[in-house]
């Protein structure tokens, strides 16, 4: 089996190998730097292959590097399956699937949208996005392929903009929750942390409008991408704003430990995203004890009643504010009751999911 892409913001493939290297061997190839970075990973070798774990082979590298160590992998390893994460990727998606369709190897071919297909998704660029599922379907890319949804709604969606194809309709892979949590210290200013790209899909410019409304003195840390030059100045503008009740920091791409601890050291996570697939950086926050303050526009529903954090539609800004009010004005017991409701949501999860028997059905069938 092989995935296509695994940037730090899109971790299911991580999961998902860790998950089956028991039972499946498994090559990823995938990019040696995260979406917009000139440079390549620190831990990483660049153009070569490195163990994962035992059964797990990973590639890293450049476009062209992986498109060209796809096809000796396809001719030499003979995957059963060929598992690609992404839609509208050149080397991690129509690369691999024009290779597949004209030579004509023989292998099962899954394909994970990753919420591309979504309509708030589909806004961008539509007419270049749609253009290219037209051409796909009139080349015959997608014959044969199969699909993955993680939700009945992604699957519609794929059913809408690809047409009648088959479906596998298998949860995402998040990671391990914690045991249990540590004693924290509370202080009086609240720490913020958004994690995700900066860009308009994800509404980050929204998180200023909320703090300005909430009144309240905190630290705001923004880790993730600038993809986009004029809506991180956007957001720049909307920083300097608040500047006065608001210290915000944009980090960028953080590593992996370095991730971790912002956000396991936070007092919640901010996220009023247009729409999440999936969305690994809210389940994370859950999974390290973090309650978090998200748009309605994700899975993750009723948090307020599991005392894991709050969701409202974007266009309530006001109720974004009084949670976060209501948080900074929370003595210790009852933000630590908020961590372990966070943390127990996140358990509750996983428990329910069944991923081991869900994904080895995936990658079993023929």
Same mark, same amino acid.
């Given at each position: 089996?092989?995935?296509?892409?695994?940037?730090?913001?899109? =971790?299911?493939?991580?999961?998902?190998?860790?998950?089956?290297?028991?039972?499946?061997?498994?090559?990823?190839?995938?990019?040696?730097?995260?979406?917009?970075?000139?440079?390549?990973?620190?831990?990483?070798?660049?153009?070569?292959?490195?163990?994962?774990?035992?059964?797990?082979?990973?590639?890293?590298?450049?476009?062209?590097?992986?498109?060209?160590?796809?096809?000796?992998?396809?001719?030499?390893?003979?995957?059963?399956?060929?598992?690609?994460?992404?839609?509208?990727?050149?080397?991690?998606?129509?690369?691999?699937?024009?290779?597949?369709?004209?030579?004509?190897?023989?292998?099962?071919?899954?394909?994970?949208?990753?919420?591309?297909?979504?309509?708030?998704?589909?806004?961008?660029? =539509?007419?270049?996005?749609?253009?290219?599922?037209?051409?796909? =379907?009139?080349?015959?890319?997608?014959?044969?392929?199969?699909?993955?949804?993680?939700?009945?709604?992604?699957?519609?969606?794929?059913?809408?903009?690809?047409?009648?194809?088959?479906?596998?309709?298998?949860?995402?892979?998040?990671?391990?929750?914690?045991?249990?949590?540590?004693?924290?210290?509370?202080?009086?200013?609240?720490?913020?942390? !958004?994690?995700?790209?900066?860009?308009?899909?994800?509404?980050?410019?929204?998180?200023?409008?909320?703090?300005?409304?909430?009144?309240?003195?905190?630290?705001?840390?923004?880790?993730?991408?600038?993809?986009?030059?004029?809506?991180?100045?956007?957001?720049?503008?909307?920083?300097?704003?608040?500047?006065?009740?608001?210290?915000?920091?944009?980090?960028?791409?953080?590593?992996?430990?370095?991730?971790?601890?912002?956000?396991?050291?936070?007092?919640?996570?901010?996220?009023?995203?247009?729409?999440?697939?999936?969305?690994?950086?809210?389940?994370?926050?859950?999974?390290?004890?973090?309650?978090?303050?998200?748009?309605?526009?994700?899975?993750?529903?009723d948090l307020a009643a599991s005392n894991a954090g709050w969701e409202f539609a974007t266009?309530?800004?006001?109720?974004?504010?009084? !949670?976060?009010?209501?948080?900074?004005?929370?003595?210790?017991?009852?933000?630590?009751?908020?961590?372990?409701?966070?943390?127990?949501?996140?358990?509750?999860?996983?428990?329910?999911?069944?991923?081991?028997?869900?994904?080895?059905?995936?990658?079993?069938?023929?």
């Open positions: 089996m092989g995935t296509a892409s695994c940037s730090r913001e899109n =971790r299911t493939p991580r999961h998902l190998a860790a998950l089956l290297a028991g039972s499946l061997s498994i090559r990823v190839l995938t990019s040696d730097r995260d979406l917009g970075d000139s440079a390549p990973f620190n831990s990483v070798r660049s153009g070569s292959w490195q163990e994962l774990t035992s059964g797990v082979g990973v590639f890293y590298g450049r476009g062209i590097q992986r498109g060209l160590e796809f096809v000796r992998s396809l001719r030499g390893w003979r995957p059963a399956v060929v598992y690609l994460n992404s839609m509208f990727s050149f080397w991690g998606t129509i690369w691999p699937l024009l290779w597949l369709r004209f030579c004509r190897r023989e292998c099962r071919v899954v394909l994970a949208p990753r919420g591309m297909l979504k309509s708030s998704a589909m806004a961008f660029r =539509r007419t270049k996005k749609s253009a290219f599922i037209l051409l796909a =379907r009139m080349c015959g890319l997608f014959r044969g392929v199969e699909f993955h949804a993680t939700s009945a709604e992604e699957a519609a969606e794929i059913r809408k903009e690809i047409g009648d194809v088959r479906i596998h309709l298998v949860a995402n892979v998040p990671q391990t929750p914690l045991r249990s949590l540590e004693d924290r210290e509370f202080t009086g200013r609240l720490r913020l942390v !958004a994690v995700g790209r900066v860009h308009p899909i994800k509404n980050t410019h929204l998180i200023f409008e909320m703090l300005s409304h909430a009144g309240v003195a905190c630290d705001l840390f923004i880790v993730g991408p600038e993809e986009d030059a004029v809506y991180s100045e956007v957001c720049r503008q909307a920083a300097r704003a608040v500047q006065g009740l608001v210290s915000t920091v944009f980090c960028g791409t953080l590593s992996g430990g370095e991730l971790e601890q912002m956000v396991g050291g936070a007092d919640l996570m901010i996220s009023p995203t247009s729409g999440e697939n999936f969305g690994h950086a809210i389940f994370e926050a859950l999974a390290s004890g973090t309650p978090v303050l998200i748009s309605d526009r994700t899975i993750w529903r266009d309530r800004i006001q109720d974004f504010a009084g !949670a976060i009010r209501s948080l900074s004005e929370m003595g210790p017991s009852a933000r630590q009751t908020l961590r372990q409701g966070a943390l127990n949501f996140a358990n509750s999860y996983v428990a329910k999911a069944g991923y081991v028997e869900a994904y080895g059905e995936l990658f079993g069938k023929s």
